[in-house]
């Protein structure tokens, strides 16, 4: 029996919370090991909650995360990455998921959205709130043009407001522009 489980999850203080990681551990226990393949994708790293429980679980995880720097900064997990219970990717889980077929992984969890260390953190440039701050909007900042660097390219109010009334919807692109 093939089940997958997609999940979301919280921030608090800065601080990553899992908070379905129980309830999916509890579901993983009510299906009978054998007829589990002992694989799972996590297609947002993150800070990792939901890939270290697993791999402590026995599970073979695939894990994948535009933002580069959820993959530097993990730790502890080398052991996993030599014995390949862990390969990580820095990609959009969207691209590696058609990688699995349908009756090869247990479970994936995904994070749709920004966490909190993105929004707040300096020089990550997904805020304008601080004064210091380039506008970026890259998970992967070595990846492609900045924000910034785009919008240096415009060179007429109606590319602007094309732009902002395009990607965003914003109803004030035009006097915004």
Known sequence: THFRVVCFMSTHDNQHIPVLLNPI????????????QKRAFDGALGGGSYTSKLLDHGYEVTTSDLDYSAIENLSGLDKFIQNDQLKLINGNFADVIYDFDDSSLDITTLDLGFSSNQLESVGRGFSYQKDQEILDLRYNSNAGLSCSEKLKKVRTTQD??????????????RPIA
């Open 25 to 36: 551990l509890d579901f993983l226990k009510t299906h009978p090991e054998s007829k589990r």
């Open 160 to 173: 602007l407001w094309t732009i902002l009334y395009t990607y965003s919807g914003e109803s004030l692109s």
